[in-house]
């Protein structure tokens, strides 16, 4: 079974817009990842937040971490077509983290 | 390029037959960790070593699955009488003892035909 899941499962904007994507998880964590995968290749890290975090911010990226909720969101600002990719969270309770479904992003140009 | 290496980057194999992927790690990281992906999913963990030590394995991890790092720097996984099931991505990460970002590599690609 996988912890974390995202939501929307795709996402398709148009160049220039913000992305938004929610992942929600079910038992207390460490950590949170966020990672970005293109297509049939590895993934790569973009940003973690600790559980005692709320927000935190890398280039275009603003992660938020909501505990009480067991709730994260990761904001894309001013997208771009390189952005197109699958997003994935992974909750780290331990020093395994667990990867939800992830988000198919499409950005159009 | 100093980052996560995994060969071959694709493998067809007939059904019964075994197959052996390698992954060599960020020289540094003394975390290796396997994992398979298949299409629509996220990458679902196989198993973990730090340094040579195999520390834990998922109930995924059949008696047909093998992995083994001998001397605490590459790894290869076995597959022992492939079948169907077994066709995904495989997945390799590496990460430091004291950080939680893992790195990962390109995969390998296992159709079992």
């Known amino acids: 079974s996988q912890q974390g899941e995202e939501d929307p499962q795709a996402l398709s904007i148009q160049e220039g817009e913000n992305a938004t994507m929610n992942c929600s998880y079910k038992t207390s964590i460490n950590n949170l990842q966020w990672y970005r995968q293109n297509s049939g290749r590895g993934l790569v890290h973009l940003i973690l937040i600790r559980s005692n975090e709320r927000e935190k911010h890398s280039g275009r990226l603003r992660v938020t971490l909501d505990t009480s909720k067991k709730s994260s969101s990761l904001l894309i600002t001013a997208s771009r077509a390189a952005d197109t990719a699958s997003y994935f969270c992974?909750?780290?309770?331990?020093?395994?983290?667990?990867f939800g479904r992830g988000t198919s992003l499409i950005v159009h140009p | 390029d100093t980052g996560v290496s995994q060969n071959p980057r694709h493998k067809i194999t007939k059904r019964g037959q075994n197959v052996t992927f390698r992954c060599d790690p960020i020289?540094?990281?003394?975390?290796l960790y396997w994992y398979r992906q298949t299409l629509g999913q996220g990458p679902e963990f196989l198993t973990y070593f730090q340094n040579e030590a195999q520390l834990e394995k998922s109930r995924l991890l059949s008696d047909r699955f093998s992995a083994e790092r001998p001397k605490g720097s590459f790894s290869t996984l076995e597959i022992q009488r492939t079948e169907q099931g077994d066709s995904a991505m495989y997945l390799c990460a590496s990460s430091l003892k004291s950080a939680d970002e893992q790195y990962f590599g390109p995969g390998t690609r296992l159709t079992v035909t």
């Open positions: 020289s540094e990281h003394n975390r």
């Open positions: 992974a909750t780290g309770g331990s020093y395994i983290p667990t």
